[in-house]
């Protein structure tokens, strides 16, 4: 009789789930991280390689799961979700001017980040109830399921996450076969409705936008955080200032440099050949999940790997553009890379999705 403990049912147990071309890269990507967070805050690095051990467990546990069981979770993970968000809106702390957080007693939570892989999980599921039969009354309903919550994390507001949200629902919609012709539609009806959602937009928020636009009219103010990381990437140059000697980084030029403008260290210290370097990481890392979403069996666990590798891209492209100068400032963080336990568990989540969507990708499902 084999023993439980035996090496071949603890590498079953323990290893056989995780993807090791997907681990790697993610490997690669924390070594690098650490390194930089080492530089840029590293009476901080303890409690990020605390987030880290957390993360790796919520992983595990994620890649153990089979699709079949998260199609089971969608609904109710949405629902509850959607309840916390309304929770927020009536009873939640204000910090700051942004009411985010629900203090339960013993802990405060920030129901918006469930949203991130509730929504894309909720809309497989849904996509998938229907794969037989997709029309646009299935594509109108899919977009309100995806409105409701981005409109309630909007509100708060917390503009960063809501992009994040809107746009993990809407490469679920557009991976089930939204047309291109609806999509020219949008966009167009996106660009008449300018005007409207400039008027809904908070004032710090429209001041983003002009900051963006002129971040010299107020060096000293608004502009201050944009044109200080721009300085910081830019001076990096082709090898960088080598690590630890970030001038604008460790004279504290640069603002929440070890979370949200962590990229402006990295180009400081690593220069042009240290963000190649993560671009190709990154590069990697989107290109294994894709080829997961590629072989997986149905449609859910297609849209979810799908929708969870384009949101890395998001996740990346928004961070690294607001950091240049090139997009406004909403408070998202460089994925893998930036400080933070909520962000970083989040991420760790998807990863362990895809790997069960890889681990079962031969599995006939229903």
């Known amino acids: 009789m084999t023993s439980v403990f035996s090496p071949r049912e603890l590498w079953r147990r323990l290893v056989a789930p995780i993807d090791p071309a997907l681990m790697l890269i993610v490997g690669l990507l924390l070594g690098y ?40 979770l969608a609904l109710p993970l949405y629902i509850g979700g959607l309840l916390l968000l309304v929770a927020v ?31 894309p999980l909720m809309l497989a599921w849904y996509f998938q109830k229907h794969e037989a039969l997709l029309r646009w009354k299935e594509y109108v309903f899919a977009a309100l399921i995806l409105a409701a919550p981005v409109a309630l994390i909007a509100r708060q507001p917390d503009l960063g996450t809501a992009i994040l949200v809107l746009a993990a629902g809407f490469y679920v919609i557009f991976l089930a076969g ?22 809904l937009l908070h004032d710090y928020q429209r001041n983003r936008i002009l900051t963006l636009l002129d971040p010299e009219a107020d060096p000293l103010g608004k502009g201050f955080h944009i044109i200080q990381s721009t300085i910081a990437v830019g001076s990096g140059g082709i090898l960088g200032k ?20 962590i990229f402006a260290v990295l180009s400081e210290e690593f220069g042009l050949i240290g963000n190649t370097f993560l671009l190709a990481l990154y590069a990697l890392l989107i290109g294994r999940g894709l080829m997961i979403a590629g072989n997986a069996p149905t449609l859910f666990s297609r849209l979810m790997a799908g929708s969870i590798t384009l949101i890395f891209f998001t996740y990346a492209l928004v961070n690294m553009g607001m950091v240049s100068g090139v997009l406004p400032v909403v408070g998202v963080p460089l994925p893998f890379v930036s400080y933070g336990g909520t962000a970083l568990v989040t991420l760790f989540l998807g990863v362990g999705i895809l790997m069960s969507i890889h681990k079962n990708r031969m599995l006939v499902q229903k």
């Open 33 to 72: 991280a650490l390194l930089v967070l080492a530089s840029a805050s590293s009476d901080r690095l303890n409690t990020q390689l605390i987030n880290l051990g957390v993360a790796l467990v919520v992983m595990r546990i994620a890649a153990q799961i089979p699709p079949q069981r998260l199609m089971h």
């Open 178 to 199: 939204l047309s291109w012709k609806v999509l020219a539609t949008l966009l167009l009806g996106g660009l008449a409705s300018l005007p409207v959602l400039w008027s």
């Open 242 to 261: 080598g690590w630890g000697n970030g001038t604008q980084t460790h004279l504290e030029f640069i603002p929440e440099r070890h979370t949200d403008f």
């Open 89 to 119: 809106a009536l009873f939640g702390d204000v910090t700051k001017g942004a009411r985010r957080w629900l203090n339960l007693g013993f802990m405060r939570i920030q129901p918006s980040e469930i949203m991130k892989i509730a929504m």
